[in-house]
């Protein structure tokens, strides 16, 4: 059974930083491409950053690119997303999911507010 869980959310302050975590359990997270999406109170769903497939390199939404990093640790089946300079515009639940797979995790939220 396919299982993504997201951690490491949390209350920041703007200009802060945050990594949340995806943690899976029943496949190798490695042999998948995973996305990160979030969304606001009162907002649609928005897709945030997407890591390829076995690959270090990540595609980003504009209005995350180089505040945002999303990488891999394949011994941990791990996918992170690095986040700085974080906004108000920024709270949210985040989720990661596994499109091929129908797969999501529970979200995870960020509160940026001072």
Not at 17 to 35: E, K, P
Not at 67 to 87: G, P
Request: aromatic share 8%.
């Amino acid at each position: 059974q396919v299982r993504l869980s997201e951690s490491g959310g949390g209350l920041v302050q703007p200009g802060g930083s945050l990594r949340l975590s995806c943690a899976a359990s029943g496949i190798t997270i490695s042999d998948y491409m995973v996305d990160w999406y979030r969304r606001a109170p009162g907002k649609d769903l928005e897709l945030v950053a997407t890591i390829i497939k076995s690959g270090a390199s990540g595609n980003y939404a504009v209005f995350v690119k180089g505040r945002f990093t999303v990488t891999r640790d394949n011994a941990k089946n791990t996918v992170y997303l690095q986040m700085t300079s974080l906004e108000p515009e920024d709270t949210a639940v985040y989720y990661c999911a596994i499109g091929s797979l129908s797969a999501w995790g529970q979200g995870t939220l960020v509160t940026v507010s001072s």
